[in-house]
């Protein structure tokens, strides 16, 4: 990639987040909805109690977004296509401004003790059965799906931007969409939605692990110390069924100085996690949540200004570590050849 197209992806990565930022999601028309809708048709038509025709539900719904992604780039060769392109794609596929919106509606709700107010509000922010939660329940659930989604729809957006642009970021969110729907454990989807779960797993693999690390570092604005959430990732991110999501709940419970963990009853469904967070930390409350939310925001700007970044500089990076490569300047060196 040439540093001017380099620069373009980063100028679009940026101009994508802003229009997050002030924006939020599209009202209307929401290209991951539209996606939801056509791999729910395929599924209908696919389904079976079998790991092989899930993974062909996922190659089949994942294969034309990253088809659309590569012609995308290939029809904007031009800087300024190139930065559109990349602004739409990335816009498209982040969640930060509805997911901290999200988070400080339900601190709201339990703020005034209108605990129907904040069980209605659960179900956009996770699929955790909210009947009969109280205050505490709902905020650790808050604050769980706040920690996960900051990587699942912020943190590996960019990441996947930064390094394949819009091919990248669209098969992504394409990935996680699919997981959310049928990468679930249940009767249903034990064998099909098993590609699509282990494929979203991999691909938040190393995101997670960096959304853990920037929540840690940041945790000075959310109220909390750096070196206590480190050190609360770092022991009890093991003790979470997923292999990543882990990472962001340990960091963002000890970010907070909570214990998150422990019995979640989805529809149908019981799971129980082991204790995030110190022992004798308290359990979440609504100020709580309103500083889950406010890492969210200040993670997803840190991860942002790190993604542009690296795009930019890699063109160089690389032109520099090809043999026999010299710094620019020296190329319109004066100076005779030794």
Do not use: Q
């Amino acid at each position: 990639m040439t540093p001017s197209l380099a620069s373009a992806r980063a100028l679009g990565l940026v101009i994508g987040v802003t229009a997050d930022a002030c924006l939020g999601d599209p009202r209307r028309w929401h290209p991951v909805a539209g996606f939801g809708t056509l791999a729910a048709a395929l599924e209908r038509r696919l389904w079976a109690d079998d790991t092989g025709r899930g993974a062909l539900h996922v190659a089949l719904s994942v294969g034309p977004v990253i088809a659309l992604g590569v012609a995308a780039e290939a029809l904007t060769r031009r800087p300024a296509a190139r930065a559109l392109a990349t602004a739409a794609a990335t816009w498209a596929a982040l969640g930060a401004h509805s997911l901290a919106h999200e988070g400080r509606l339900m601190a709201d709700a339990l703020d005034a003790g209108d605990l129907d107010a904040a069980r209605a509000r659960l179900p956009h922010l996770c699929g955790r059965a909210p009947d009969g939660l109280d205050a505490g329940e709902l905020a650790r659930a808050s604050i769980e799906s706040l920690a996960e989604n900051t990587n699942d729809a912020v943190v590996a957006p960019l990441f996947w931007v930064a390094l394949c642009g819009v091919p990248g970021v669209l098969a992504h969110r394409a990935i996680n969409t699919l997981d959310a729907m049928v990468g679930h454990r249940s009767p249903r989807y034990a064998r099909f939605g098993s590609a699509a779960a282990h494929l979203d797993d991999a691909s938040a693999w190393l995101s997670a692990r960096a959304t853990g690390a920037l929540a840690c570092a940041l945790a000075p604005l959310a109220g909390g110390s750096s070196v206590d959430a480190w050190r609360v990732m770092r022991r009890d991110a093991h003790d979470h069924p997923s292999p990543n999501g882990g990472w962001c709940e340990a960091a963002w419970a000890g970010a907070l100085g909570v214990r998150l963990g422990g019995r979640n009853v989805y529809h149908g469904r019981v799971e129980e996690r082991g204790r995030l967070g110190e022992p004798d930390a308290p359990r979440p409350d609504a100020p709580a949540v309103r500083r889950a939310a406010r890492l969210v925001t200040a993670v997803t700007a840190a991860a942002a200004g790190i993604a542009a970044a690296s795009v930019i500089a890699a063109p160089r990076v690389g032109r520099l570590a090809r043999p026999g490569a010299r710094p620019a300047a020296a190329k319109g060196s004066a100076c005779p050849a030794s």
